[in-house]
């Protein structure tokens, strides 16, 4: 029986070497708009400094500073008390603390804000709350 390869061998093989399939969102997912998008999930925590360059949606907690050269969205589930700097701000959920958004910020039904903003442009939906000062910045032109 030399040079026979058992049956079990060949299938495991087989499905080893099988083409990943595209797998679909789950429907509990946040919007994937756009590519390179971290998620922080509804039960993670974070205590600490978060610097990133990709876009990043935040469905848990932090406590800290959040520095983004590109989108925050802080999702429905979230409690943020944190500092935040990036290019654009969307909550659904809790936030307490300044943001500076080069921008917009934007506050949807059922977000919580407590702090002061800096922006360039706002956006405070109905069913939104906000405490706090807001200081409209002027878009750098060239």
Same mark, same amino acid.
């Given at each position: /029986?030399? #040079?026979?390869?058992? @049956?079990?061998?060949?299938? +495991?093989?087989? /499905? ?9 969102? +789950? ?8 590519? #390179?998008?971290? !998620?922080?999930?509804?039960? /993670? ?6 610097? $990133?360059?990709?876009? +990043?949606? !935040? ?8 520095? +983004? ?8 589930? $979230?409690? =943020? ?8 701000? @969307? ?5 307490? #603390?300044? @943001?500076?958004?080069?921008?917009? !910020? ?5 977000? $919580?804000?407590?702090?002061? =903003?800096?922006?360039?442009? =706002?956006? !405070? ?11 409209? $910045? ?5």
């Amino acid at each position: /029986m030399e #040079g026979c390869v058992p @049956v079990y061998e060949t299938r +495991l093989y087989r /499905m080893l070497n099988k083409p990943v399939e595209k797998q679909t969102p +789950l429907p509990n997912q946040p919007p994937s708009g756009s590519q #390179g998008q971290t !998620i922080l999930g509804k039960t /993670m925590k974070i205590v600490g400094d978060i610097v $990133s360059e990709e876009a +990043l949606y !935040i469905d848990g907690a932090v406590e800290g500073t959040l520095e +983004l050269r590109n989108q925050l969205t802080i999702g429905p589930n $979230s409690q =943020i008390i944190a500092n935040v700097k990036a290019t654009e701000v @969307v909550v659904f959920g809790s936030l307490r #603390g300044n @943001v500076e958004a080069v921008n917009r !910020i934007s506050l949807r039904p059922g977000a $919580s804000m407590v702090g002061d =903003i800096k922006t360039a442009g =706002i956006i !405070i939906d109905d069913g939104a709350y906000f405490k706090g000062g807001i200081d409209i $910045s002027r878009t750098e032109t060239s």
